[in-house]
């Protein structure tokens, strides 16, 4: 069974740029989740999605972060305009469905913002 | 609210020794879930082991126990047999059936030494 895909797996932007990231979750899974992860943090959650419905959004910075899931599949992220803070790991991960099912991880794509 | 806690920055471990990864929790929920992820230099967070707080019995998976002492609020990871590929970034993470978020510890990295 093929895992979580995202593209790029690295990205390095000048700031006030914009990037955008690609999400494949596993297949048949309903939910998914970016996170981003700062060096020397845990992951933290800016989204979740079930389906094609947004169901938490809580900690995602809306002025410069959009995130979209069109068909309930595949999804991508994106930062406009980019902050040197915005330097991370952003992470995708999918799991069946909700609450205390497993959520796994794809490689996630290192972005470097100068 | 729910909080990790990982007091160990870094392990050291000997091939082929057992060790022990420190994790306790907070939370006044009485149905969560305990998980344990491993995230090597390439990036990627790999589910490992994962305990339910109604479970009575420790989990295991293969190499991997997780001792879960309730009162304590504690989720110890145990690796046995360690090997140089478990060197790594371990983090430990929770979620309450009720806030239905996964939150995550700030890691303790292992270094295997042959």
């Known amino acids: 069974e093929a895992g979580v895909a995202q593209s790029p797996r690295y990205k390095i932007i000048e700031k006030r740029q914009s990037v955008a990231f690609w999400c494949n979750p596993i297949?048949?899974?309903?939910?998914l989740y970016w996170y981003q992860q700062i060096l020397g943090q845990g992951p933290k959650l800016l989204i979740q999605?079930?389906?094609?419905?947004?169901?938490?959004d809580s900690q995602l910075p809306k002025d410069r972060f959009s995130a979209e899931r069109l068909k309930g599949v595949d999804s991508t992220l994106k930062i406009q305009p980019a902050k040197l803070e915005d330097s991370a790991v952003y992470l995708c991960a999918s799991s069946l469905g909700a609450g205390l099912d497993t959520q796994y991880f794809g490689p996630g794509t290192r972005l470097t913002v100068l | 609210a729910q909080k990790i806690t990982q007091t160990q920055p870094g392990m050291f471990v000997q091939e082929k020794e057992a060790v022990t990864l420190d994790c306790t929790y907070d939370t006044s929920d009485q149905s969560y879930g305990l998980f344990w992820y491993k995230q090597p230099s390439s990036g990627e967070m790999i589910f490992l082991i994962y305990?339910?707080?109604?479970?009575?019995q420790n989990a295991t998976e293969g190499r991997y126990s997780l001792n879960f002492q309730k009162a304590r609020k504690s989720a110890n990871l145990v690796i046995s047999a360690s090997q140089l590929g478990d060197s790594a970034m371990y983090f430990c993470?929770?979620?309450?059936?009720?806030?239905?978020?996964?939150?995550f510890g700030t890691g303790t990295r292992l270094l295997v030494s042959p």
């Open positions: 999605f079930q389906n094609n419905g947004v169901v938490d």
């Open positions: 993470a929770m979620m309450n059936t009720g806030f239905q978020k996964l939150v």
């Open positions: 305990q339910g707080s109604y479970d009575e």
């Open positions: 297949s048949g899974h309903a939910t």
